[in-house]
């Protein structure tokens, strides 16, 4: 067995075509096709189901190139702790971060980082919690941004700040000018909700103890993809919803009339930065944590209040 098998049917396993596997890795089909039978035999398991088309793994594949993933990511991990021992922040950095935050949070520390750092190549991409856990344990990303805990073993967790939640309602929800506000007082018939796989979307669940339900005095039943649509919704059809901190930041002098905050202990969402525990690059996640806890446009509160699960 060596590591070339195992990119090998990690290329199978992307295209579902050998003769596509082959020329991706640069070798010819017979020589690909030859080295994956091999490993076949040598561990007593099909890894993929020829008889398809596209090819698809096995059940049993699927375990083995799960793993052979982290095996390969290990292998660059390595790499990395050699290039961080000669003290270079060089390379490549995958990043993950969820859609919630990425359009308040990228803007503030993306050019900055980026320009101390030159020669290091930054990719970034918005993805739900589950896409980033998943990616996070094969090595696909190097770190994610998003909300946590998220109680996965094999990650890390390094938390950033906590983010406050307010309501956002419109003035036919008759909550007066209450300065705080209940989670009991939300009329759930009349709540926007993010589409299922949003994280904030579950903790909002948690914070109006809601279960999924239909609602019955309404036609309109909409899940939004973004909080910028729950806001114009709010402003559009009335009802409510709720918002992170972040979201309050860009709205207009008449929209934050519109904001209530929630009574004590007040509901925050934890923002961890999270990658594999056998990540090496620890320079490079402390600079990158430092710089972004540097530009948080508000009071980083790290006293733990109602942290919300997700």
Not at 21 to 38: E, G, N
Not at 61 to 90: C, D, F, N, P, S
Request: aromatic residues 8%.
């Amino acid at each position: 067995m060596n590591l070339q098998q195992l990119e090998y049917i990690v290329a199978v396993e992307k295209h579902r075509h050998f003769a596509r596997a082959a020329d991706a890795s640069f070798v010819t089909q017979p020589t690909l096709s030859m080295m994956i039978q091999k490993l076949e035999d040598e561990l007593g398991v099909k890894i993929f189901d020829r008889k398809k088309q596209p090819v698809e793994p096995t059940r049993e594949g699927e375990e083995i190139i799960l793993r052979a993933k982290q095996v390969l990511a290990e292998v660059g991990y390595l790499k990395e702790y050699a290039v961080e021992l000669k003290g270079e922040i060089t390379g490549e950095l995958h990043l993950g971060i969820i859609p919630t935050l990425a359009p308040y949070l990228l803007p503030l520390f993306l050019k900055p980082f980026s320009q101390k750092y030159p020669n290091l190549k930054i990719y970034i991409k918005e993805m739900v919690t589950n896409d980033i856990i998943a990616k996070l344990k094969t090595g696909d990303l190097d770190m994610g941004i998003l909300a946590t805990p998220i109680h996965e073993p094999q990650l890390a967790e390094h938390p950033l700040f906590y983010e406050e939640f307010f309501a956002y309602a419109s003035k036919s929800e008759k909550l007066g000018k209450k300065k705080y506000l209940a989670p009991k007082e939300i009329n759930l018939e009349h709540l926007w909700l993010l589409e299922e796989g949003h994280c904030l979307r579950n903790q909002v669940f948690n914070l109006c103890e809601l279960k999924k339900q239909e609602a019955v005095a309404d036609n309109l039943h909409y899940e939004a993809g973004s909080i910028e649509t729950l806001i114009n919704l709010v402003d559009r059809y009335e009802g409510l919803t709720i918002i992170p901190h972040f979201a309050t930041l860009n709205l207009t002098p008449l929209q934050k009339e519109n904001i209530h905050e929630f009574a004590d202990p007040k509901p925050v969402r934890e923002i961890s930065l999270v990658v594999a525990r056998s990540y090496p690059r620890k320079k490079m996640l402390q600079n990158l944590k430092t710089e972004i806890m540097a530009v948080i446009p508000f009071e980083l509160d790290r006293k733990k209040k109602s942290v919300l699960e997700i």
